[in-house]
């Protein structure tokens, strides 16, 4: 979809795709908006990752179905275990990343909307589609912040959901007719030459919460659109996890699960964590020289969202190139972004060469 890189040509994005909110990088200082990205000079200073790993040096994703309880669990692992918590990406992590002062329009973040795919699942405008390829580049995202966070710091990540379980809902919304066999093999394609330049994360924890229990919660939700969400379409996203999702990535990482119930003892989890041995998926077979490789790659953010784009004609996420251009124009001229963060007038920056 050509509009999600308009905003990563900007001055404005290229600062702060270096690192996102969370994330310390290593580099020297040129000036007061500028700092050398970590790269192949900084490893031949002697710059090493594996020296800064510690036990809890991992990357953890707790998933589950709608209204689990699995944003609790993973802020209360993450402060439990000494790790950074990332809550769930939505439709507006490009808004954080890029530092926005307020989140903007949809246009600007893939012209697709959350609430109305709860409200009209079956919109025959692609809404549905474009959520779901949006959301797929915003996991990618926020997953390569987290390897990013982990290589530079040392310390572990615990996230809601990832890229890899980020299907569980493409198949969820075909089995219920709402998008069509060509996003499927488009999100396939996309999925395959992206996805395996990523190492899995080190442990997943399943929360089973019934789809019953789910739509009851979201019925009592104070979101509206949450009310009507078809039982349907959450039972298929319990069985896809359950019959797709876990057995494959049960192959590759560490996998914990617990119903609603044993999440309350947080003690509990951890020392079920303590016991795993991580001895299984390619973490294990790292070093500094496949680690230094790995963070030039999570560092540059174009080169991640570059990843998700095929030249393939699909009418749900192709956009045309007047309308990118119209699209383009029209986020440059929102205040701050005409130049470079630090650069802008019109939001007050004072730089000696605007005077």
């Known amino acids: 979809m050509a509009l999600r890189f308009a905003r990563l040509l900007l001055p404005t994005g290229a600062a702060a795709f270096k690192a996102g909110r969370h994330v310390r990088t290593a580099g020297i200082h040129t000036c007061t908006v500028r700092n050398l990205k970590y790269g ?6 002697g710059e090493r990752t594996t020296a800064r790993f510690k036990q809890n040096s991992k990357i953890f994703c707790v998933d589950g179905n709608l209204a689990s309880g699995k944003g609790a669990l993973a ?7 000494g790790m950074l918590y990332m809550p769930e ?29 709860y409200m009209e699942p079956k919109d ?15 996991r990618l995202l926020q997953y390569s912040d987290a390897i990013e966070h982990l290589l530079t710091t040392g310390q572990g990540v ?22 069509r066999k060509e996003c499927v093999d488009h999100y396939n394609e996309i999925k395959s030459i992206s996805l395996c330049e990523f190492l899995p994360p080190h442990l997943v924890i399943y929360v089973d919460s019934p789809a019953e229990e789910v739509q009851k919660k979201l019925k009592a939700s104070e979101k ?7 039982l349907s379409y959450l039972k ?22 617990y119903d609603v119930t044993q999440i309350q003892d947080v003690e509990k989890v951890a020392e079920d964590i303590e016991y795993l041995k991580f001895e299984k998926g390619p973490w294990v077979d790292q070093d500094d020289v496949t680690y230094h490789h790995m963070r030039v790659l999570v560092e540059d953010k174009q080169r991640v969202a570059n990843m998700t784009c095929i030249p393939r004609y699909l009418p749900e996420v192709t956009i045309g190139a007047h309308e990118f251009d119209r699209d383009y ?20 920056d004072k730089y000696i060469w605007l005077k």
């Open 89 to 117: 990406a939505d439709t507006h992590y490009l808004d954080i990343m890029t530092k926005e002062p307020t989140p903007l329009d949809t246009a600007y973040n893939g012209k697709c909307s959350l609430e109305r795919f």
């Open 40 to 45: 192949w000079l900084a490893f031949v200073l």
């Open 329 to 348: 124009y029209s986020f440059k001229s929102l205040p701050g972004n005409k130049y470079a963060k630090g650069y802008n007038e019109d939001v007050g």
């Open 124 to 138: 025959k405008d692609g809404n549905s589609y474009r959520l779901q390829s949006w959301m797929y580049l915003m």
């Open 236 to 257: 298929s996203i319990e069985t896809v996890y359950k019959k797709t999702f876990l057995p494959k990535i049960s192959e590759e990482a560490e996998v914990l699960s």
């Open 224 to 230: 509206p659109y949450l009310h009507n969400v078809p």
């Open 75 to 81: 802020q209360k692992l993450a402060d439990r275990l």
């Open 158 to 179: 615990v996230l809601e959901r990832s890229p890899f379980s980020d299907m569980v809902f493409l198949e969820a919304m075909f089995s219920q007719g709402y998008i």
